[in-house]
């Protein structure tokens, strides 16, 4: 009987969450900072963000999905994320 392997997406999510066990640290946003440059958006390679045309603000959203890389933190002009 032939091992199944892990597809490619559940292997990522086990990295992710090593990475995230292994870093213990999480995205902390301030909605009230940011003036919708977007950029965290521009940036997230695993989608965590949506503009917000209507209010020009940026929604941080599923942050389980989230991997702690701090693209997004380095990219805020307004240091309106942090990665804590």
């Not at 390679?45 to 890389?69: M, N, Y």
């Given at each position: 009987?032939?091992?199944?392997?892990?597809?490619?997406?559940?292997?990522?999510?086990?990295?992710?969450?090593?990475?995230?066990?292994?870093?213990?640290?999480?995205?902390?946003?301030?909605e009230?900072?940011?003036t919708?440059?977007?950029?965290?958006?521009?940036?997230?390679?695993?989608?965590?963000?949506?503009?917000?045309?209507?209010r020009?603000?940026?929604?941080?959203?599923?942050?389980?999905?989230?991997?702690?890389?701090?693209?997004?933190?380095?990219?805020?002009?307004?240091?309106?994320?942090?990665?804590?």
């Amino acid at each position: 009987m032939a091992v199944q392997s892990p597809s490619l997406w559940e292997s990522l999510l086990e990295h992710v969450e090593i990475a995230r066990t292994l870093r213990g640290l999480e995205i902390h946003y301030d909605e009230s900072e940011c003036t919708g440059a977007w950029e965290c958006y521009a940036v997230c390679p695993v989608g965590c963000w949506t503009p917000d045309l209507e209010r020009r603000k940026v929604i941080f959203h599923d942050p389980e999905r989230c991997v702690a890389c701090g693209a997004c933190v380095l990219q805020c002009p307004e240091d309106a994320i942090r990665l804590e």
